[in-house]
């Protein structure tokens, strides 16, 4: 199992820090490749662009999945990786959601249906090994004998190193800190999901790796949210008004972040993950460099307290 301290000071490089998972260090924020990004609409070149420019910054933690931008974002981020060395990443991707030839999506636990996706996540990505396969949104009852078999079995034979399993389901999240198998575990923890700190505790005394997913609360805190500039605004602003709708009538408590000048909402949404020590890396997705480039300038600098104290407390 991981440990959540933060890495002693000379593995900590300029800008990004690091905590250490094993013998990984794993990057305080990681780009989620899906989306977006991940869309046919969206530049290939450009997204391969964005990746780039992340591993240049420092950034090791990559998440995706095999039905994610319809399918779209998992060959591609193979692609941005390709002649790369991955080494020091640490790669994820999904088991458990399928899509069909129509585009629909469905769950298979069974052994088969796991261990062909991993194969065909291994194809698509160029990875002999998957550094971590999350499972994508189980449910309680999933978590049977027949699944922790072939999880432990293709952990045997090398080709998945870590399992995590990915959900905002609390009475998934509540079991995990049980659950051996599982090393790694991603939820919907951001400024606006703070009630989720109780679980995280738990997830962390049980020494799993904590991820955080969701980390920009889909941007709804954002002064201008309502006012997109681009085909790629748009769509992110329509699906968070379809999807959390409440987290953005909650974000109007925290209209005061719009008089910070020296912080953009990103910014302060990153730093306020980083403060919990128990969070390895917040995860979040962009098309574009100059977003990047700014989410990767809020590592290491902490917010004001008095900045941090408001905002916990406009939320409680």
Same mark, same amino acid.
């Given at each position: 199992?991981?440990?959540?301290?933060?890495?002693?000071?000379?593995?900590?490089?300029?800008?990004?820090?690091?905590?250490?998972?094993?013998?990984?260090?794993?990057?305080?924020?990681?780009?989620?490749?899906?989306?977006?990004?991940?869309?046919?609409?969206?530049?290939?070149?450009?997204?391969?662009?964005?990746?780039?420019?992340?591993?240049?910054?420092?950034?090791?933690?990559?998440?995706?999945?095999?039905?994610?931008?319809?399918?779209?974002?998992?060959?591609?981020?193979?692609?941005?990786?390709?002649?790369?060395?991955?080494?020091?990443?640490?790669?994820?991707?999904?088991?458990?959601?399928?899509?069909?030839?129509?585009?629909?999506?469905?769950?298979?636990?069974?052994?088969?249906?796991?261990?062909?996706?991993?194969?065909?996540?291994?194809?698509?990505?160029?990875?002999?090994?998957?550094?971590?396969?999350?499972?994508?949104?189980?449910?309680?009852?999933?978590?049977?004998?027949?699944?922790?078999?072939?999880?432990?079995?293709?952990?045997?034979?090398?080709?998945?190193?870590?399992?995590?399993?990915?959900? +905002?389901? !609390?009475?998934?999240? #509540?079991? %995990?800190?049980?659950? &051996?198998?599982?090393?790694?575990?991603? =939820?919907?923890?951001?400024?606006?999901?703070?009630?989720?700190?109780?679980?995280?505790?738990?997830?962390?005394?049980?020494?799993?790796?904590?991820?955080?997913?969701?980390?920009?609360?889909?941007?709804?805190?954002?002064?201008?949210?309502?006012?997109?500039?681009?085909?790629?605004?748009?769509?992110?602003?329509?699906?968070?008004?379809?999807?959390?709708?409440?987290?953005?009538?909650?974000?109007?408590?925290?209209?005061?972040?719009?008089?910070?000048?020296?912080?953009?909402?990103?910014?302060?949404?990153?730093?306020?993950?980083?403060?919990?020590?128990?969070?390895?890396?917040?995860? +979040?997705? !962009?098309?574009?460099? #100059?977003? %990047?480039?700014?989410? &990767?300038?809020?590592?290491?600098?902490? =917010?004001?307290?008095?900045?941090?104290?408001?905002?916990?407390?406009?939320?409680?």
């Amino acid at each position: 199992m991981g440990t959540q301290n933060p890495p002693p000071a000379d593995q900590t490089r300029p800008g990004i820090r690091f905590r250490r998972f094993h013998d990984l260090d794993v990057s305080e924020i990681g780009l989620g490749c899906a989306s977006a990004w991940g869309q046919p609409w969206f530049s290939e070149q450009k997204a391969i662009g964005v990746v780039e420019r992340a591993l240049e910054l420092g950034i090791t933690v990559f998440d995706t999945g095999p039905t994610y931008s319809g399918g779209n974002a998992e060959p591609r981020l193979g692609k941005a990786l390709q002649g790369k060395d991955i080494s020091r990443l640490l790669v994820s991707t999904k088991i458990g959601t399928h899509m069909d030839s129509n585009g629909r999506l469905y769950k298979d636990w069974t052994k088969k249906a796991i261990f062909a996706s991993i194969d065909a996540s291994r194809t698509r990505l160029g990875l002999d090994r998957i550094p971590l396969m999350y499972l994508h949104g189980p449910r309680p009852g999933d978590l049977g004998g027949e699944l922790i078999d072939a999880l432990e079995e293709a952990r045997s034979r090398g080709i998945v190193r870590w399992f995590g399993v990915n959900s +905002f389901d !609390t009475d998934m999240l #509540e079991m %995990l800190p049980a659950v &051996a198998t599982i090393d790694v575990v991603m =939820l919907d923890y951001n400024l606006l999901r703070i009630h989720r700190e109780p679980t995280i505790d738990s997830l962390s005394s049980a020494g799993k790796m904590v991820v955080a997913g969701s980390a920009l609360a889909n941007h709804v805190h954002a002064p201008k949210f309502l006012w997109p500039k681009s085909k790629t605004d748009i769509w992110y602003a329509l699906r968070a008004l379809k999807n959390y709708r409440g987290d953005y009538l909650r974000a109007r408590r925290l209209s005061f972040l719009k008089g910070l000048s020296d912080w953009t909402p990103a910014q302060v949404a990153l730093s306020f993950i980083a403060a919990n020590p128990s969070v390895f890396t917040s995860m +979040f997705s !962009t098309t574009r460099v #100059e977003h %990047l480039e700014e989410n &990767a300038r809020a590592c290491g600098t902490p =917010l004001p307290p008095a900045i941090y104290q408001q905002i916990r407390q406009a939320l409680k």
